[in-house]
C-alpha cells in the first residue's frame, strides 16, 4: 500500500516562496489564503547567527485530529494516506481548525479575489473555494491521480528542498532520506502521525 | 573605378550633413581607402567617431553589400564586389547590456 | 506540446511554451491554458536556463496580465503641471492620434538636434529596437535600466577586464571554497536566479564553502558557512588586507598566472607607465635570469620576472608587480579591522583558507587539455557597486581572483555573457583581451582604450573612458549639461518597461531633472512614478501578450557558463488574448519612425542593432510587420530552420554543450588581463584635462594603476549624531517596481516582516529604547525624514539599518503599494544623496552607504 509523505530539508530551504506561490496558483485559493507558507527564524546571537527558513503544509496525519473532530464527516483520509476536505459536506463548524496542531486549516469566510471587488477572469475559472468552508493542503491529490506525481511546491522547488514519495516503500527516497538523516515530523508530541518528515 | 554609394544612419548623418552620398574611388579601395576619403571630406570628427586606434570602433557598423564589414576583412574589405558598391555605415549608441 | 487535449465542457486545454518576463532573467516557463484564459504557469522539466524551475514572481505572472489596473487606453496629459502626487488629468485619444502626436514631437526634435532624443528602456529583449530607434533619429542617446542605482558600475568593467565578455559566473561545478561580498547569487537572487540556485545547492552539497561578506545576513548568509558582517563601503579594504596576507605575508599566490597570463611582468618606469619597445612599441618585462629586457610577446612568459630592477636604455624600471606590492603594504590586516569592523584575526583566517582551498599549482584533464584548476573563487555584486569607489572596489574583487589564477579556468570565475564559437576574443597591441562578439561589438569596454571627449550623450559618456556606462548620471546631463559642454537639451524621453523615478537617487533631484525635459512618452503596462511625469501614457502589452524573438541568447547572454551546461535559446509569444488596447513597445518605435519620416533608417539601424545578416536584412525602402522583422531577426541568429515557427512549436533550443575550450578560455585565447591598470592613468589624464578646462570640480583619484581603499564621503561628513548606515537588501520574491503591482506578491511581502519594516541589531535598539514593531525616524544629514517601522534582528551589523529598495511607492496602479507612514516600507533612494559628490567618478556608481540616525517616532 503506498502512503504518500513529503520530507522537508532545513539544510536546502532558502525561503524563496516558490513552493508557497506554485501551490497558491496551482490550488486557486481564495486572497489571503496560503496552503503552504514558509517561515523564518533566526538561530544564534550576532555576528554568529543563521535564518531558518521553514515550509509548512498539510500534514496529512496517520491519525488526523482534523478528521476526527469534523461533525459532518467532511474530512476522509483516502487509502493512500492522503487527508482531504470534501467542500459539499464542510458546512463550516471549523471544529477542524481548533483540532488541527499544525495550523493547517484554513476557513474561507469569503471567497475574495486578490484585487478586491469582483473575482478577475482568472480567478472565476481557477478558484476551487466555496464561501464558509474549510479548505486545505491536498498534497496536490489531483496531479497525482492525474499521474503527474509531485505536488506542485515540489515540483517547483529550485534546491530540491522537499521530497515526495512513497513513505511504505523502503526503497524510495523519501524513507531513504528520513532513514539516513533521522528525519522528524514537526511537533512529535501531537502524536497525530505527520507524513510530512523535517530533515534538519 | 569604384562607385561607392554610401548610406549614414545614427549619429554619423548630423556629422556629414547628409544621408546619402555617392563616391568614387581608384579601382582596387578598401574600406580603409573610403573611410580615409570621407574623413577627408567631413574632417577629423568623422574619423573619430568611426575609428578607433586605426580600426572600427566598437558601436561603428559598416555594411559592404548588406555583409558586416567586420566578416569580410574589416578596414581591408574590398568595394568592387558589386557595382556600384552599397556602403551603410551606422553609428550605434551606447552598450547593450547591465541594469 | 501545445497539444489540445479535448475534454467534455472544455474546448481548450493547452500548455503554451514561452518566456517569463518578471525580472531580468527570461526563464523558459510554460503557461497552461484553459478556454482562453491562462490559468497556470511552471517551469518545464529540466528546460534552461531556470532548469524547469521558476520563482515566485514569474510563477504568480498572470496577476500582472489580467490586472484591472492596467493602463487601458492611449492617454494624453491635460495638467501641465508635473510632480508627484500630482493629477496628470489623463484624457484617452486614439492611437492614430497617439502616434501622431510621438511622431511629431520626434520630427520636432530631430529638426532642432536629433541628439535630444533620449530613448530609454529595461526590456532586455527588446532592447535592440530602443537602440535602432535611437539610431534612426541620430541620437547617441539610449540607455538602459535605472537612473541612479545600478548593480553593474563594479561589475560589468571587471568582468571585461578579466574575461572580455560584461558578466563574470562562478564556476560552481570545481570551486570549493566561494567567497561572496554583497552578493545573494544562487539564492534566488541575481542573474540567472532559479538556475544559479540549482547549481548553488549541488555545489553546497557536493560540499562546496561558502562565505558571505555583508552588512546584512542576506539570503546566502542565512545558509553561508560563515557570515561576516561588514560595515558598509568597506570592502575595498577587507580585499586589499587578504592581497597583503598572500602576497606579502604568505608568499602564497599564483605566480604562474601573474606571469603568463597578466601584466604583473610589464616594466614601468617612474611615471607608472609602460616602458616600451622603441621599434615594435611593445611593452617590455625583465628576463630575470639575463636581465634583459624583451617585448612582452617576445620572452618567454614563464622566465620574465615579477621583481626585482632592470635598466632599459638607462631608466630605470620594475615589473608592474614591484609597485602593486609595494601599494599593498599599508593594508595590514589590523588597519583593515579599523575600517572594516571585522576582526584582523577572521580577514587572516579567511585569507588562508581561501587560498589554500585554491589549489594552485594543480591542473585537470578536459577533453585533452591541461587546464590550472583552481578551486575557490571570489563573487561580487551590486553590494560592492553601490559606492562612490565602486570602480576600485570592483578591480579589487577581480585581482583577488586573479592572485588565484582563478579566472576562466575550472573552479574560478568564467566568461559568461557570451559563450561558444562567437565569444572570438581580440587582443590589443599590449596583448589584452577584448570582446569581439558581434553581439557585444557595442559594448565600451575599457581595452582597447577609449577617447575622452567634449561630452555629446545626456549620460557624459565621454568622461567616463574605462566604465561600461554612465547611467546614473543621467540626471546631471539633464541639470546640468551646458556646464560640461552638451551643446542641447533634452527634448524628448521615450521610456519603456522602467521606472526610472524609483529607480534614480532622490527622487527630487531626479524630478527636477525630468521636469527640463519637453516631452516624456511612457509606454508601461501600469501608471508608475514615471508615468506620473509622462505627456503620452501608452499601454504597454504584457509578456504574455506579446511576440518577442530571442529572449533567451546564450550569444548574448547566459549564465551556463561551466563546461557541458548548455545556453537556452527561448522567445516570447502570446498566450492569452491582449488586454484591451495594449500595443508592443518595440512595434510601436517601428511605426512611429515611419510616421516621423525615417523608416528607412529604422530599417537599417534594426539590421545593424540586431546583427541581421545577408537575405534576412530589412530593405530600407519596405515597412515590415513585427512578425516578419521578428522572424528575419531570429532566422539570422539562430539559423533557417529556427525561424518563429520553430519557436512556435518547440517554445526553445538548448544549445550544443559548452566545450571546456569555451568555458575555460584562458589557456586558448593567447590574451592577458590586466593586474595593473596602466591605461587608467592617461584615461585620468584626458579626464582631468577636459573637466579642468571647463572648471569643473572633478574626482581622477581612483584612476590609479593600483587600486586603493577610501572611505565614502558620507563617512567622512555626516555629524556624530548620524552614527547608523542605512543600507538595502534584496529579496527573492520581488524584483523592480513591477512586482509591487501584482497583489500575490504583495502578499507574501505583507507575511514577511523583512519586506516593509526596518532592520535594526537587537543590541542597538536596546541602546536606543526602540522595540519590534516600534514607529521610527530616519533622518540624513541633509534632512530627509521619513517614518518605518522597526523589525529587531541579530541579523544585521550593529551600525545599521536595513530596508528593500524598492517600497514607499508614491504612484503604481495597485493602490495597496502605497501606504502611510512606512506600512508599505520606506522608498531608499528617497533617502540616497544624489549630488556629484556621491558618485563614483570613474564608474558612475551612485554611493548608496546613507548615514541616518533614528528615534523612536
Redesign the interface.
Known sequence: MTRWGMALDLERCVGCYACSMACKTENGTPDGVWYAPVYEKEVGKYPNVKRMFIPTLCMHCEDAPCLKACPTKAIAKRTDGIVLVDQAKCCGTRACVAACPYGAMNYVHEVQGAFGGELIQLEKQSFKSTAGTVQKCTFCSHRIDAGKFEPACVEVCPTKARIFGDLEDPGSEISRVIRDRNGSPARPEAGTGPSVYYLR | MIQCKV?F???I??VVGT?EMTVTLPAGSTLGDLLADLTARFGQEFE?KIL??G?LA??A?V?ID???A??VGGMQARLDRQTPAQV?I?????????? | MAVALPMAGVTEDVWIPTACDMCYNGCTVQVHRVDGVAVKIEGIPGVGPNYGKTCAKGLSALMNVYSPNRVQAPMVRTNPQKGVGVDPGWKEISWDEALDLFASKIKAAMDKDPRSILTHTFDRYTYSVAKAFSTAVGSPNVTMGSAGIFCGNGTHPVAFTLTASNEIHDDLKYCNHLLMFGASAGFVGGHNAMGYSVEMQDARQRGMKLTVVDPVLNYAASHADEWIPIRPGTDAAFALAMMREWVIVQDHYDKTFLKRHTNATYLVGADGRYIRDKATNKPLVGIAATGAALPFDQAPSDEAALEGTFTVDGVQATPAFVVFKKHLEPYTAEYASKVTSVPAATITRVAHEVVEAASIGQTIQLEGDTYPLRTAAISWYRGISAHRHAMASGMLMGQLNMLLGAVDVPGGVLNSSSMGPTWRPNLDPDGFIYPGNPLAGHMKPALPRRKVSAPETLELQELFPTSVYARAMLWLGLLEGDKFGLPYKCEVLVTSRGNIMQTSGDPDTMAKAMKTIGFIVSLNPFEDETAAFADLLLPDQHSLERLTPLVGNPNNFTNAASVDESGTWNFQQPVVKVVEKARNWGEVLIDVAFRAGIGPDMNTALNAACHITGEYQLKRDQKYTWEDFSDRWTKSTVGADHGLDYFRKNGYLKDEARLAKYAYPLIHHGGRVPLYLEHFLDAGVAVKAYTDSRDIEWDVSDYSAVMDFQPCLTEKQAPAQFDMWLVNQKLPFMAGTYSAENPLLMDLAKRNSKVFNIGINRATAARKGIVDGDEIWIETPIGKKVKGIARLTEGIHPECASAPGMFGRTTAGNKDAIGKDGSRGVHFNNLVQFTLDRMDTVSAALDSCVKIKISKA
Open positions: 548610406i544612419a545614427g549619429l548623418k548630423r544621408s573619430d578607433l586606434n580600426d566598437n558601436h557598423v555594411m548588406g555583409d558586416y567586420r566578416e551603410e551606422v553609428l550605434l549608441g551606447p552598450p547593450l547590456l547591465g541594469g
